[in-house]
């Protein structure tokens, strides 16, 4: 409870600071010197505004060009310097990787120590880590803009948000956290294969490498790929208890602090508190449901043990991997510190649900904020269905055309991830990857399909994902889940954009009271129950009704 009180201090206190900081940043009409080098050498106009068609073509142009670059890059790492001697990645796992990151998926079928050079590591995966962050927040800050302005079809510059979001937030914030883990024991180097033996004799290559670095980035962006394959579970990834709590924070601290930015960029802070509350409480409950099922480890093999502690090291226990693992499902992070695999069933369908709910619970770096607004304006057609009124929400009308484009956002996902997990069910692909039988392995293939569609990246690993079929269709999910969904926000930014604000009347909807945030709750509770409780019950539900 002590750590759960802290890090809830901790974010509170950044909050208004740090929101406060990047509205500033998304308004001002102030270039650094390094940012119009930046715009020189890429040819674009800083001050030019986008429509939405321009700003979407930026976002796909530019993460097209992302992913070619790093799957060239893995396929001849062999060729370039740090090379460590590792082959070039299959052509199957280099794409799935080079959407992975370029999506902020960070979905790993890979040990990044044993087949990644140290140049694919910091020239490109810890590269994608930063822009595929930036893209989020500036797509979210483009949506905010379709709030805050009228008449005008212009939502910014897409180029200009994009270099700001990289330059003046999230690379001054990764140099602060990557300082503090290198102090606190995290490794930052560039050396060769250390070979060891072990203590039954055997030969084992301990790999080194800009670890430090990229677990900063990897957090403060919601990315999740680590330079380990177990993550943050690794001590030279994650030390001590000191950097599991900083990793932690790192990785809540720009999801929870967007929409105070909202309430700043809309004139209306209390907006902000209303969507940051409801975030909150999906997490706390969240939280404090995992914990609880864990701490009371339902199950024969735990009561004998003491406690749900297989899949956990000894260094954090229940409490803190809890705490981590639900944070990490809920803002698209995918990292870890302890197996997801390895919790009872009731806790690992919340985890499930924790990314079903569409990451908005802060979600990710600027997907969760977008996403969650897009939330708030199916609660407020519902609740104007309620009462016989025109839904209206932060002065502009929801109409036909709104309440379309809301709906297709919200439907991409549950249809990516259920189809995905029939067809790989009914194939003979999906199904010999399992290592486990019955609900759990449907859990573990049903996890899989949610973590890729939602762009969050961690996994039941306890099949085997690195075959041809799962790499080319997790792929595709991850790159449909990312960027079709970015199609209908902005259309939505664009098209709320252009309406006239409406004035506030005695029968306006109070969009900043307690009684929306709980409104919009229930909404993302019943809507997302509604698409997945027969999937849950099939796989975590069962698990957990047996035991």
């Not at 740090?82 to 070039?88: D, R």
């Not at 109409?399 to 379309?404: A, C, D, N, Y």
């Not at 506030?504 to 900043?512: S, Y």
Request: aromatic letters at 10%; charged letters at 10%; hydrophobic letters at 50%.
């Amino acid at each position: 409870m002590l750590l759960v009180a802290a890090l809830i201090g901790a974010l509170a206190l950044v909050h208004r600071p740090l929101g406060d900081y990047m509205a500033a940043v998304y308004s001002s009409k102030n270039h650094l010197r390094v940012e119009k080098w930046i715009y020189r050498s890429v040819g674009a106009n800083p001050d030019a505004e986008m429509r939405w068609p321009a700003y979407l073509r930026g976002v796909l142009a530019f993460s097209a060009v992302g992913v070619i670059f790093l799957y060239v890059l893995q396929r001849v790492q062999d060729k370039l310097p740090l090379s460590l001697g590792f082959k070039p990645i299959s052509p199957d796992q280099a794409f799935n990787t080079a959407v992975s990151f370029a999506s902020n998926t960070n979905w790993q079928s890979y040990s990044g120590e044993t087949v990644m050079s140290h140049v694919t590591q910091t020239a490109g995966l810890a590269v994608q880590n930063f822009v595929s962050a930036a893209v989020g927040i500036a797509v979210a800050v483009a949506l905010v803009r379709g709030f805050a302005r009228s008449r005008t079809g212009d939502l910014g510059n897409f180029w200009t948000d994009l270099v700001r979001g990289v330059v003046r937030i999230l690379l001054p914030l990764s140099v602060i956290a990557a300082v503090l883990l290198i102090a606190a024991g995290a490794i930052q180097n560039f050396g060769d294969l250390h070979t060891i033996t072990t203590l039954t004799g055997d030969k084992q290559a301990i790999s080194p490498g800009a670890v430090a670095s990229q677990e900063a980035i990897k957090d403060v962006g919601t990315n999740g790929g680590g330079f380990f394959n177990a993550n943050s579970a690794h001590p030279f990834e994650n030390p001590n208890g000191f950097t599991n709590l900083l990793e932690i924070f790192l990785l809540l601290l720009i999801p929870f602090s967007l929409p105070r930015t909202f309430g700043k960029m809309v004139g209306n802070v209390r907006q902000g508190y209303a969507i940051v509350a409801a975030m909150g409480i999906i997490w706390f409950l969240a939280v404090v449901a995992v914990t609880w099922i864990e701490y009371a480890h339902p199950g024969t093999a735990s009561q004998i043990a003491g406690g749900s502690m297989e899949g956990k090291e000894q260094r954090f226990g229940e409490g803190p991997s809890s705490l981590f693992a639900v944070s990490t499902t809920m803002t698209s992070t995918g990292s870890v510190n302890s197996f997801h695999d390895s919790y009872q069933g009731l806790s690992g369908g919340v985890l499930l649900l924790g990314m079903m709910l569409g990451e908005i619970a802060p979600g990710g770096v600027g997907s969760g904020l977008y996403g969650m607004l897009i939330m708030a304006i199916i609660a407020v057609f519902l609740a104007g269905l309620m009462v016989g009124r025109t839904p209206e929400y932060l002065g502009k009308k929801i109409g036909t055309r709104e309440i379309k484009l809301a709906a297709c956002y919200i439907l991409i996902p549950p249809a990516l991830v259920l189809i995905g997990t029939a067809v790989a069910m009914a194939l003979p692909d999906g199904k010999e990857a399992m290592t486990n039988i019955g609900a759990h392995g449907f859990s573990e293939v049903l996890y899989a399909y949610t973590s890729a569609s939602n762009n969050n990246g961690s996994a039941f690993a306890g099949f085997g994902a690195n075959t041809p079929f799962f790499n080319t269709t997790l792929g595709l999910c991850m790159t449909l889940g990312r960027f079709l969904p970015m199609v209908f926000v902005l259309a939505l930014a664009g098209s709320l954009a252009e309406q006239k604000p409406i004035p506030a009347t005695a029968g306006t909807l109070r969009t900043e009271k307690p009684l929306f945030t709980g409104l919009l709750v229930g909404a993302i509770m019943i809507i997302t129950g509604l698409t997945f409780f027969p999937a849950l019950a099939l796989g975590p539900l069962a698990e957990g009704l047996a035991t």
